[in-house]
Structure formats: structure tokens, C-alpha cells
């Protein structure tokens, strides 16, 4: 097996070295000599602070939530169905069950589902209702047994 560690490189052993005369480091000063190398200088915190890499804008904590329309879950389930997040990202109606859904109104619907696990709109929340469909709201429900 051939050694794995590369041998390092020799400067200043002649002009047809390739690294020759002054071998990489530059003409004259401190840092030309021997013992005059550039080291690790001690920062304070606020010198850190400033040379640590800076971003622009703001993340926000609370991600946007995956919408869904009214019309949308129409096409895709039957009657007295049950749907959750989970159910959406079968049916590739939301990218990922990590972010939070809401199902917005865009026109009436003519079946009932039993809907939870999901934010809704008041104007979809009516409609589902007239429909004979039942909406459950997980954070109504953590608050009763509280």
C-alpha cells in the first residue's frame, strides 16, 4: 500500500526548484525572516462577534401553512371521509406533515367530511356545516381537559 500521507513540499532548495529565491514568502519584512510567522492572534468577544459571518434578513419561528381549498378536497375524497394531515400528504395534496395546514373556502361543497388536525377559515367552517360535515378542532379540545 502506497504511504497516505503526501510528503511536503521543500522550498528553497535552488533556483530550478521551482520555489527558489525567496520560497513563498514575498521580498522583505518580518515575515520574510525565520521566527517571523503570522500566528493566531487572541480576540476579545466583541472582535468575534463582528468577524463571525452575517445574514441578511429574519427567519420567522412560526412556518406559513400549507393551504388546501374546499373544492380541491371535493374532488379528491368521497363522502363522510375523515381527513387529517396525514391523509392529505397521501393523496400529494400538501408537500410535508411538519408545517401546519389550513383549508380555505373558494365555493360550496356537496359532501360532508369529518375534518381535524388542520386550521380552517370561517367562511369554509359554514360551509363544511351546511355540507353535514363536522369539523374538530384539536387545540379546542386540549383546552377542555386543561
Known amino acids: 500500500m502506497k504511504n497516505k500521507k503526501k510528503k511536503a513540499r521543500r522550498f528553497g532548495r535552488g533556483l530550478g526548484s521551482g520555489r527558489g529565491t525567496y520560497s513563498g514568502r514575498g521580498n522583505k519584512g518580518q515575515r520574510?525572516?525565520?521566527?517571523?510567522k503570522k500566528g493566531l492572534k487572541l480576540k476579545g468577544?466583541?472582535?468575534t462577534l463582528l468577524n463571525a459571518p452575517?445574514?441578511?434578513?429574519?427567519?420567522?419561528?412560526?412556518?406559513?401553512?400549507?393551504t388546501v381549498k374546499l373544492s380541491v378536497l371535493d374532488k379528491h375524497f368521497g363522502a363522510s371521509d375523515k381527513i387529517n394531515p396525514a391523509v392529505l400528504?397521501?393523496?400529494?395534496?400538501?408537500?410535508?406533515?411538519?408545517?401546519?395546514v389550513k383549508i380555505l373556502f373558494d365555493k360550496e361543497i356537496t359532501q360532508s367530511y369529518e375534518i381535524f388536525g388542520c386550521a380552517m377559515s370561517q367562511t369554509a367552517k359554514t360551509a363544511?356545516?351546511?355540507?353535514?360535515?363536522?369539523?374538530?378542532?384539536?387545540?379546542?379540545?386540549?383546552?377542555n381537559k386543561k
Do not use: C, H, V, W
Open 32 to 36: 520574510s525572516r525565520s521566527g517571523g
Open 45 to 47: 468577544l466583541k472582535r
Open 89 to 100: 400528504k397521501e393523496k400529494k395534496l400538501i408537500s410535508t406533515i411538519n408545517k401546519p
Open 128 to 143: 363544511l356545516e351546511k355540507a353535514g360535515g363536522k369539523y374538530i378542532d384539536l387545540n379546542e379540545q386540549t383546552e
Open 54 to 66: 452575517k445574514f441578511k434578513g429574519m427567519k420567522n419561528r412560526f412556518p406559513k401553512a400549507q
